[in-house]
């Protein structure tokens, strides 16, 4: 069974960056499909970007709400995934999630495994 911790959250302003990194163990990481969410108070927990298949050669889907902003990516070889967040807007303010599953939910947040989540603010 895979346990995800995630980190690098914090606050900035409109327009700033951050980097999320999701770390696994307990598993290699390369065996689930792999996503990040993120869930806003008073909102239903939503896909951010995941990636298509288990090794990541069948790409990556994001929402239509972070394209052109957001990169996904990983590294295996550690054991972790990274989310690279660009022109950060107030409405991008969450608390942050990876998930895996050995079953591919795509964007649905319907993945076994979850980490605690991180903490994403950003001020106008």
């Known amino acids: 069974e895979v346990q995800l911790v995630e980190s690098g959250g914090g606050s900035v302003q409109a327009g700033g960056s951050l980097r999320l990194s999701c770390t696994a163990s307990?598993?290699?990481?390369?065996?689930?499909?792999m996503g990040w969410f993120r869930q806003a108070p008073g909102k239903e927990r939503e896909g951010v970007a995941v990636f298509n298949d288990p090794g990541s050669a069948g790409g990556v889907s994001y929402a239509d709400s972070v394209k052109g902003r957001f990169t996904i990516s990983r590294d295996n070889a550690v054991n972790t995934m990274y989310l690279q967040m660009n022109s950060l807007k107030p409405e991008d303010t969450a608390m942050y999630y990876c998930a895996a599953d050995r079953v591919d939910w795509w964007l649905m947040p319907r993945y076994r495994y979850w980490g605690q989540g991180t903490q994403v603010t950003v001020s106008s």
């Open positions: 307990g598993d290699t990481a390369s065996n689930y499909y």
